[in-house]
């Protein structure tokens, strides 16, 4: 089963290690990217900005899993797209204190919470990006 196939405001576990494996995925592409347009000097500093990545992405992943159906459950309210909203807002906090910055954890926090509360609405009401137009 996938994450849109989950019941939202249940299986909290398994929502949430759907979105560390997704989010784990991406870290150790944009790792690999970043050690490929960043030639490390060494194959330690190679090593240590692809764990540094990869672990922060994971975290990410599993911050907005468990915050999102959280929330569903302590709001009593499992389609809200609020949820997804806090769930993203609590990872860009997440980031920000990663990098010790206030300013990074306030916009990580209402882009990354917009993008997700966006994303729940577009599938909820059907949005799509690509293919042909419906008439």
Request: aromatic share 8%; proline share 4%; hydrophobic share 40%.
């Amino acid at each position: 089963m996938g994450y849109w196939e989950l019941q939202e405001g249940k299986d909290c576990v398994e929502k949430t290690w759907i979105t560390t494996k997704v989010a784990t995925a991406l870290g150790l592409v944009g790792s690999a990217y970043h050690i490929v347009a960043y030639q490390p000097e060494t194959a330690v500093e190679a090593l240590q900005r692809a764990t540094s990545g990869t672990v922060t992405m994971a975290a990410l992943g599993a911050i907005f899993g468990m915050a999102t159906c959280l929330s569903a459950q302590a709001r009593d309210a499992p389609d809200d797209p609020l949820n997804y909203f806090i769930g993203g807002c609590a990872s860009g906090v997440f980031l920000g204190a990663r990098t010790h910055s206030a300013i990074t954890g306030t916009a990580s926090c209402l882009g990354l919470g917009t993008l997700a509360m966006l994303t729940k609405v577009g599938k909820m009401e059907g949005w799509r990006i690509t293919g042909p137009p419906r008439l």
